[in-house]
């Protein structure tokens, strides 16, 4: 019996050192060379794809923001800012629940199935206010030309994309609320299209935080001397 | 170029590049393990373990060796996240509480990487970096391991032998998960994933405001957690995450590293075994329901019937614009037909066929081409019924490899055939009995039945995915999900390791006219009709009233 417990101690003394060696090894040493390497490398991708516009860091190129305007007392949902295109919808998104000294940037998904009729909700509201709020005279839009994206939350709440449909989709308004001639702006969200990866890879898009700031940059030219 | 091409060129890409590494990658795995040299840095470690790395173990041995080295990992885990707290390079977050811990803890030195924490508001520097993704490297070490003492137990005879584990899972983190890492992280910086210790900070934004960034070594640890099949994302959203998986490349490269050493093992069983084209039949049998299933799925997504999709013109919710139908459809299959888990897409949300491939992948055990070792000793274990179903069929002893499977050999397969069905089957059956943890669900109906078993289906199987609107933080999930990770991982490999003892003692036994041509596409077809038959007996009463409900209520 003494002996048994004195192999199973033996063993288990094995099993943590070989648990500590290697916790040194792809914990430690592994974490800190790729690091290493990747900041000599790749500091602007390592550090986040952050986007400047005037100077000012406006974000990461990879996570999608909100274009809101501000919430007047007691609306708990904002409106959108129709002047900005507008990111797909985020109903998934999560709060802080553990550590609420910090407003930190969440991921999330609704995870909400297609018989699920608060989904079939949402997607119908989303639709409708797609319409109204792309409809301008004499340009009305037609439910059938809003494509999914518009109208369905990302996976991670954070997608940076619309497709280029939605973005087309948005020309007419952005140019009425920015008092800018539709065909410039339509050429600024061909400029701002990216195809396929290799012609394949992925799905064309249009970077929302891109776009809008060079729709800015159009809006306000060079606030620096 | 419309999707459905888009989708199918990629899957194309994806085969070729596979191709090409399968070669290379197999046979080098293959040296690994048969090599009778050390590496100076394996001696050190060998040094500070205590262990003689030549010293050949018994399948007794090399499996207390597995259990006490999963165990030590199970309790450093623990502690790491109960007295995160108290550590520096926590970014000031809380200890995790008991329940959750032990959880998280056995989720992932079991491979499964079940998560019922969110990752960017729990964990610290410390727990992700040198808890969580230590255990990526290492438990995907473990199954390889004992994959190839499988292996061993085929080629070797006369002998009970299998093999040292020490040295098996020092090689297999040393000589083929941490190079591999090392280039792929990279890689996958090279693409946008983050990789820096700069903690939270504040970020402007286009309104002039500002955000809190969690950044943290996310590159180092996204690689293992796909290359090792194990799926517990840095972030919330996994591999949906901007951060963790930027575009269309990274994604496909992704799906690459999770299904390379599955697929390439196979060759290493098939050099080792000393004829390449029995680890032929093997990858033909995984290949084939891997192709199958991505096809079904793209088909089902595609069509995207649902009330909801129908309004909205396509099945996009819960899935991203850079990867779209297609390369969220092969995410999936890749991560539900391995034991990875990590999603770029929230299964919950696709289509009710959808979800149910994705529950059915991981219901055939996750074995075409399945985990990393666990995929190959899974499809070894259903060759050995199938041979032996074979056998009866023209009243013949069954082989495999020259080894004949008898009473005892059948019933370690059989064991280890039910132990996974029993877990999801039971814990499914008492959630739903029970009043309280029904209240978990997010979605009325079907879908609610379908979380619950998703969840006992994806930890049983150390998947570690999610019908992710299941609230499984509460006590009663985190215990009875963290029970079945640790029994569905650690009681079949009990079996494993006692099949291969077994195996390994045995005379060879010469090959005849009569002894079935394993090597053959008959062969393949045979398992491949084991695998689904077998799977279809068990599971289609449950599936049933899930995804088949829901689907073909839409």
């Known amino acids: 019996m003494n002996t048994s417990a004195g192999t199973t101690a033996r063993l288990l003394g094995a099993g943590l050192r070989a ?28 550090n986040g794809s952050e986007v400047t516009s005037d100077g000012e860091v406006v974000g990461s190129r990879l996570v999608g923001q909100r274009y809101d305007l501000p919430t007047a007392d007691g609306q708990e949902t904002p409106e959108p800012d ?24 969440l991921s999330g998904a609704t995870n909400l199935s297609a018989d699920n009729g608060e ?3 949402q997607v119908t509201e989303a639709k409708e206010a797609v319409v109204r709020d792309n409809s301008v005279p004499g340009h009305p839009v037609d439910p059938a030309d809003v494509p999914a994206d518009a109208v369905t939350s990302s996976a991670s709440g954070l997608d940076p994309h619309i497709s280029p449909e939605y973005a087309r989709l948005q020309v007419r308004r952005v140019a009425a609320h920015d008092d800018l001639p539709v065909e410039r702006v339509a050429q600024l969200v061909r400029e701002h299209t990216e195809g396929r990866i290799l012609g394949f890879v992925g799905e064309p898009r249009v970077n929302v935080l891109a776009l809008n700031t060079a729709l800015r940059e159009l809006l306000e030219p060079a606030a620096t001397p | 170029m419309s999707p459905v091409l888009a989708g199918a060129l990629q899957v194309l890409a994806l085969v070729a590049a596979l191709a090409l590494a399968y070669r290379p990658l197999g046979d080098h795995m293959a040296r690994v393990y048969s090599s009778t040299k050390h590496l100076r840095v394996e001696k050190w470690i060998y040094k500070a373990i205590g262990a003689d790395p030549a010293t050949e173990m018994r399948w007794p041995a090399y499996l207390r060796g597995v259990l006490a080295f999963s165990a030590m990992g199970v309790l450093f885990l623990y502690a790491l996240q109960r007295f995160q707290g108290a550590l520096p390079g926590s970014l000031g977050f809380a200890s995790i509480d008991p329940d959750q811990a032990f959880n998280t803890a056995a989720s992932f030195v079991a491979n499964t990487n079940w998560q019922s924490y969110y990752g960017e508001q729990a964990m610290g520097h410390v727990v992700q970096t040198g808890g969580l993704a230590v255990q990526n490297f290492v438990s995907a070490a473990v199954g390889m391991a004992v994959a190839v003492a499988l292996v061993r137990g085929f080629t070797r005879s006369r002998t009970g032998e299998l093999g040292n584990f020490w040295t098996d899972l020092v090689r297999g983190t040393v000589r083929i998960l941490l190079p591999l890492s090392v280039v792929g992280a990279l890689v996958l910086v090279a693409t946008g994933v983050i990789q820096n210790f700069s903690g939270i900070h504040e970020v402007g934004q286009f309104d002039g405001g500002g955000r809190q960034w969690n950044g943290g070594a996310v590159a180092s640890q996204e690689v293992i957690k796909v290359l090792g099949t194990n799926g517990g994302g840095y972030f919330n959203a996994n591999s949906a995450h901007p951060f963790e998986n930027p575009n269309g490349l990274s994604n496909l490269f992704e799906v690459f590293l999770i299904l390379v050493i599955p697929f390439a093992l196979t060759r290493t069983f098939g050099r080792m075994a000393g004829s390449l084209k029995q ?27 649902g009330p909801a999709f129908e309004i909205a013109g396509g099945a996009m919710e819960g899935k991203e614009t850079r990867f779209g139908i297609a390369g969220s459809s092969v995410f999936a299959v890749a991560t539900t037909l391995t034991s990875t888990g990590a999603v770029n897409s929230f299964h919950s949300s696709y289509t009710g066929f959808g979800g149910g491939i994705t529950m059915l992948g991981m219901q055939l055990g996750e074995i075409a081409p399945g985990g990393v070792g666990s995929g190959l000793y899974g499809m070894l274990v259903m060759a050995v019924l199938a041979v032996f179903v074979a056998g009866l069929m023209v009243g013949r002893t069954p082989e495999y490899l020259g080894k004949k499977i008898g009473a005892r050999e059948i019933k370690f397969a059989a064991c280890y055939i039910l132990v996974t069905p029993a877990l999801v089957l039971c814990f499914t059956a008492a959630a739903t009995a029970l009043p309280t943890p029904a209240d978990s669900t997010a979605n009325p109906g079907a879908h609610g039945f379908s979380e619950i078993l998703y969840a006992y289906t994806s930890g049983a199987n150390n998947n570690g995915s999610a019908f992710a609107g299941l609230n499984a933080d509460t006590q009663w999930f985190n215990t009875t999900i963290g029970i079945a990770m640790l029994l569905g991982r650690f009681l079949p490999m009990v079996f494993v390791l006692a099949l291969a003892g077994s195996l390994a003692r045995q005379s060879p036994v010469p090959a005849t006219a009569g002894t079935l041509g394993t090597h053959r596409p008959l062969f393949s077809g045979l398992l491949v009709g084991t695998v689904l038959v077998v799977t279809g007996l068990t599971y289609f009463p449950a599936l049933a009233l899930g995804p088949l409900a829901e689907g073909l209520a839409s």
């Open chain 1, 82 to 105: 129709l002047r900005w295109f507008q990111p797909r919808p985020s109903n998934g998104l999560g709060s802080n629940g553990v550590n609420t000294r910090y407003s930190l940037l």
């Open chain 1, 119 to 121: 989904l079939v909700d």
């Open chain 2, 279 to 305: 680890g032929y039949a093997i990858l033909a049998a995984m290949a084939s329901l891997w192709l199958g299933f991505t096809a079904l799925m793209m088909w089902t997504e595609f069509a995207h019937h």
């Open chain 1, 19 to 46: 648990l500590l060696v290697l916790t040194a090894l792809c914990g430690v040493l592994y974490p800190l060379a790729v690091t290493g390497a990747a900041q000599a490398f790749f500091p602007g991708r390592a």
